[in-house]
């Protein structure tokens, strides 16, 4: 499965960007999928996931209730709407398929991940 993220740029603190992640080559529809990031010099991190289709989402604490993670399966593409952007939110963005149709916040159970796309926030 290929996947590719897209939507990162740079943005003031408290402004809105929205991630997308298309896939393609998969039954997309079959699976969860995640968000996580990477800050340089810190490990990957768990921000968002979704259920395979799309009535289950989790989030990381620290961007609970600013970020918003949803899904059309028909475009097998997954969103990540991303409000109040924080100076702390500042990574390479990575979109993942998981190995289920749940999965939760590890690394590993995720299998197939897009490339990244960068979000910086200035303060």
Do not use: H
Request: aromatic share 14%.
């Amino acid at each position: 499965v290929q996947l590719q993220a897209s939507g990162g740029g740079l943005v003031q603190a408290g402004g809105s960007l929205r991630l997308s992640c298309a896939a393609s080559g998969r039954t997309f529809s079959s699976y969860a999928v995640g968000w996580f990031r990477q800050a340089p010099g810190k490990e990957r991190e768990f921000v968002a996931g979704i259920s395979w289709k799309g009535f289950t989402t989790y989030y990381a604490d620290s961007v609970k209730g600013r970020f918003t993670i949803s899904r059309d399966n028909a475009k097998s593409t997954v969103y990540l709407q991303m409000n109040s952007l924080r100076p702390e939110d500042t990574a390479v963005y990575y979109c993942a398929t998981a190995r289920a149709r749940y999965s939760g916040r590890d690394v590993d159970e995720y299998d197939f991940w897009g490339q990244g796309t960068l979000v910086t926030v200035s303060s």
